[in-house]
């Protein structure tokens, strides 16, 4: 069957770029990009992230931003992505490239409530909401990004760095949507202490959110806001802590604590560092829940628990060993 669709999203493309401040023709890359978007074009979001080579490498790169690298199967800089398929040198960009990408209707809308700091932790609310029904491995990510860096200068003299890839909520692994039937929303409420990131100003940071076919790579939309300064302080447990994992790290027998005041289904995703969802099971909660679920066929390593109510995703991160 063919299904007609009368209400879709002006999409705002994502442009990624993998650049290093060692990389002499990152240089003209990051020019050309600035040259096309700056004075052409206005309805787009960009991330860079700064990678560990040539040499020494970018000194704000980090394990998140060579991960995101290594999911594009990236092997050389500079390099850029459009809206997850257009993956060529980012000095071939241009006005009419762009164009064709943007003029694609979305048939997702990503609306930012809320982007706040509070010392150094972040809180971004959003909604998600598709206008049909979708299908596909597809998750949403909340990367907060830096539009305006300075200290991590390197070798091939540039001076300075635009929308740097500060942190990923809370992995490149991002979060499971809640439901893809059209006309229901997934409430997006993440938080991330910054404390140990390499932002330089807190007044300078914008979020950034977008939906990604984590199989496809495909990106079917994404928007930003500035972060301000919240009036009141923030709470970093107000959303973790509503999930406890025991044992953590764990021989794969593990006990969950759900608490969050509010009744209704919820469904819980296990997660690898890839992307791939490895266990899900669903319950009901009554403002509170204790399960326990058995995770012991899954091998070593790192994994992300994900609970997702009407309310929103709360994640943590598991090791199993």
């Not at 829940?289 to 995770?295: M, P, T, Y």
Request: charged fraction near 15%; proline fraction near 4%.
């Amino acid at each position: 069957s063919i299904e007609v669709l009368d209400t879709f999203a002006i999409r705002k493309s994502l442009l990624e770029v993998f650049t290093s401040s060692t990389c002499g023709p990152c240089v003209a890359g990051n020019q050309n990009m600035d040259n096309v978007v700056l004075p052409n074009i206005s309805n787009y979001t960009v991330i860079k992230y700064q990678q560990n080579f040539p040499g020494a490498g970018d000194p704000f790169s980090t394990a998140t931003s060579v991960a995101r690298r290594g999911f594009y199967g990236v092997n050389s800089i500079p390099r850029m992505e459009i809206d997850g398929e257009w993956d060529v040198n980012a000095n071939s960009f241009s006005k009419t490239i762009f164009d064709g990408y943007n003029a694609e209707p979305s048939f997702v809308e990503i609306k930012i409530k809320n982007a706040r700091y509070a010392g150094p932790i972040v809180r971004v609310e959003a909604d998600i909401t598709p206008f049909a029904n979708l299908s596909g491995n597809l998750r949403y990510h909340v990367v907060v990004t830096e539009k305006y860096t300075t200290g991590n200068v390197g070798t091939n003299g540039e001076t300075h760095f635009n929308n740097v890839m500060m942190d990923m909520i809370p992995s490149e692994t991002g979060n499971a949507l809640t439901s893809l039937m059209s006309g229901s929303t997934t409430n997006v409420n993440l938080l991330s202490d910054m404390s140990s990131s390499n932002v330089e100003e807190f007044m300078d940071l914008k979020a950034v959110v977008f939906v990604q076919d984590m199989t496809t790579r495909k990106i079917l939309q994404s928007e930003w806001m500035d972060i301000s300064p919240s009036p009141t302080s923030i709470d970093e447990n107000d959303v973790a802590a509503t999930l406890n994992i025991f044992p953590n790290p764990s021989n794969g027998l593990v006990n969950l604590e759900y608490i969050s005041g509010n009744q209704g289904n919820i469904t819980i995703n296990v997660v690898n560092t890839l992307g791939a969802t490895v266990y899900t099971t669903n319950a009901v909660s009554n403002g509170s829940l204790n399960k326990s679920i058995d995770l012991s066929q899954l091998t070593k390593g790192i994994y992300f628990v994900n609970v997702a109510s009407e309310n929103g995703t709360t994640t943590k991160k598991l090791i199993i060993q």
